[in-house]
């Protein structure tokens, strides 16, 4: 997808930490994360802070996911997503395959997450790109990274997603916000109980 096609632009932007406070995105790759995240990632360590911003897939699992334009700027998507919720045995997942058409892949991934009972709304979007050349890769060796903060309701959670796209990384930071607001042993911040 190229950055004119982009929803959301790209964050230009970048808020440090309060002086003195670390986290390790910003020592991996010498970029500063968005305020409000930086502040819930302060002394994390790599692992606990992807477990925390970008929990496994073992409970929103994107198993396809294909556009074909239509025209007009509106796309047919289909996704093939698996659930599982948090009372279903490990392993047992849902699979459902799922259509819309809609004017870009975030949205067409939000909409499919309301169908199947986990709505996300997007609050504030950053998105970084890796640099190949400076050795700056996300994880493993996906080239994007996408930061959200998303909301349901009263809930709202940060979340942050990694792909070799910047569709992929939107859609994968999506899913995890899905997980952390809907599916998470413990509510996420400002959850009505």
């Known amino acids: 997808m190229n950055a004119s096609a982009h929803p959301f632009p790209r964050t230009t932007e970048f808020i440090a930490a309060p002086t003195g406070a670390r986290n390790p995105f910003t020592e991996r790759y010498r970029r500063r994360l968005p305020r409000g995240f930086a502040d819930e990632a302060v002394g994390m360590d790599w692992r606990t802070m992807v477990d925390t911003f970008a929990p496994s897939s073992d409970h929103f699992h994107l198993a396809d996911f294909s556009r074909r334009p239509l025209g007009r700027g509106i796309t047919a998507y289909e996704a093939i997503l698996a659930t599982r919720g948090p009372e279903d045995e490990p392993g047992h997942f849902t699979t459902r395959r799922l259509t819309t058409s809609s004017c870009g892949d975030l949205t067409a991934m939000s909409e ?82």
């Open 112 to 193: 499919m997450l309301g169908r199947v009972g986990a709505r996300v709304e997007i609050e504030k979007f950053h998105q970084y790109e890796g640099n190949h050349h400076e050795g700056t890769t996300f994880a493993g060796n996906a080239s994007w990274c996408t930061i959200l903060r998303a909301t349901c309701g009263r809930r709202e959670a940060w979340a942050m997603g990694f792909g070799q796209s910047s569709s992929e990384a939107s859609i994968a930071a999506l899913l995890n916000a899905a997980t952390r607001l809907h599916l998470r042993g413990r509510p996420a911040r400002n959850a009505v109980l």
